[in-house]
C-alpha cells in the first residue's frame, strides 16, 4: 500500500514538474522567483506530506533521524559546496568525448542581477534542498527501502535526475546516489539537506561572483581548479563516511496518527499554498 502511494505521488510531482515550465513561462524577475519557490513547495513539500502523515496514517518514523556530530557536519557540508567541482568536469569531459549537447549541470549564470541575490540564495540553498530532500530521502527513500537499500538508493536517485532535467542527467543522478548513500550511512536526512543546501549555495555564489567560466568549461585553469576541488571533494566525503554515527534520534513526533484538527489545518495549508500559486500567476511582472 505505501508502494502504491509513493507511486500516485511521484506521478503527480512529474506531472506538476512538466507543467510547471509553461504555467510560469511569462514570468520575470522576482515573480518568477516567487513563483518558482511556491511550485517547489507544492512539487515536494506537500507530496511529502501527504505521503507521511496522511495516505498511509502517520508514517514520520519513516524519516531518517539520527543525531550527527560536529565534526559530520563540517565535512557534509564541505563535500556539498566541493562537489561543484568533480559534477561540472565529468559533465564537461563526457560531453566532449562523447559529443553530448552542451547543457549546464546547474542554472549558473554569470553576472546576474544582484536584487536577484537573496531570492535566489533563499530558494536555492534553503527552500528547494529542504523540500526536495523531504520528499525524495525523507518519504521516497524510507517507502522503497524494504525492497532493497541499494535499490532505493539507484531509485530515488534516477527520480531525483529526471525531476532536475536540463541540468545534466547524469551529474544529477550522481548527487542524487550520494545524497542517498549518505541519508542511509548516517540515518540522518539533515546529511542530504546539508550536503543539497550547501552544493546549490556554492552554484548561487559561482553564478553571481561571475566565475561560471571556471566551472563550465575545458580550459587549462578550470581543470586545474575543479581538481584541486575534486581533490578536497574526495577527502571531506571519507571524512564524512568514517565519522562516528552518533545514537541518538531526534524527536520528530509521538508517532500517533494524525488528529482530525492536524488533518483540517494540513489541508488549509494546502489550499492556501495553491491559492498563493494562482495569485502569484495573476500578479504584474516586476522586472529586476
Known amino acids: 500500500m505505501k508502494a502504491r502511494s509513493a507511486l500516485l505521488l511521484t506521478l503527480l510531482v512529474f506531472l506538476w514538474q512538466a507543467l510547471r515550465a509553461t504555467a510560469f513561462s511569462g514570468l520575470d524577475g522576482i515573480s518568477a522567483m516567487l513563483a518558482d519557490a511556491l511550485v517547489t513547495v507544492t512539487a515536494f513539500a506537500l507530496p511529502a506530506a501527504l505521503g507521511l502523515l496522511v495516505l ?17 557536519l563540517f565535512a557534509l557540508a ?5 562537489a561543484v567541482a568533480p559534477l561540472t568536469l565529468l559533465h564537461d569531459m563526457l560531453g566532449t568525448l562523447l559529443s553530448w549537447p552542451q547543457e549546464a549541470v546547474a542554472p549558473m549564470a554569470s553576472g546576474r542581477a544582484a536584487a536577484l541575490f537573496l531570492p535566489v540564495l533563499l530558494k536555492s540553498a534553503l527552500l528547494a534542498p529542504l523540500c526536495e530532500e523531504v520528499f525524495f530521502r525523507g518519504y521516497l527513500l524510507g517507502v522503497l527501502a ?7 538508493v539507484l531509485a ?31 540515518g540522518s536526512l539533515l546529511a542530504p539537506l546539508l550536503v543539497h543546501g550547501c552544493y546549490n549555495l556554492a552554484i548561487v555564489l559561482i553564478s553571481f561572483a561571475g566565475l561560471t567560466p571556471l566551472f563550465d568549461r575545458l580550459s ?12 578536497g571533494f574526495a577527502c571531506m566525503l571519507l571524512r564524512a563516511w568514517r ?19 492536524e488533518l483540517a ?18 500578479m504584474p511582472e516586476v522586472k529586476p
Request: net charge positive; aromatic share 2%.
Open 156 to 186: 530515488t536517485a534516477l527520480l531525483f535526475a529526471l525531476m532536475h532535467m536540463g541540468q545534466g542527467m547524469l551529474p544529477c543522478a550522481l548527487l542524487g546516489v550520494l545524497l542517498g548513500a549518505l541519508t542511509l550511512r548516517t
Open 56 to 72: 498511509d496514517g502517520d508514517q514520520r518514523r519513516l524519516v531518517p533521524l539520527d543525531a550527527l556530530s560536529p565534526e559530520q
Open 220 to 231: 587549462l585553469p578550470a581543470c586545474a581548479l575543479r581538481l584541486a576541488m575534486s581533490a
Open 78 to 82: 564541505m563535500t556539498g559546496a566541493l
Open 243 to 261: 565519522a562516528r554515527p552518533q545514537q541518538r534520534r531526534a524527536q520528530l513526533a509521538s508517532g500517533a496518527r494524525m488528529t482530525l484538527g
Open 265 to 282: 489545518r494540513l489541508g488549509l495549508a494546502a489550499l492556501l499554498l495553491i491559492a498563493a500559486v494562482i495569485c502569484c500567476l495573476l
Open 146 to 152: 524494504p525492497y532493497g537499500r541499494r535499490a532505493a
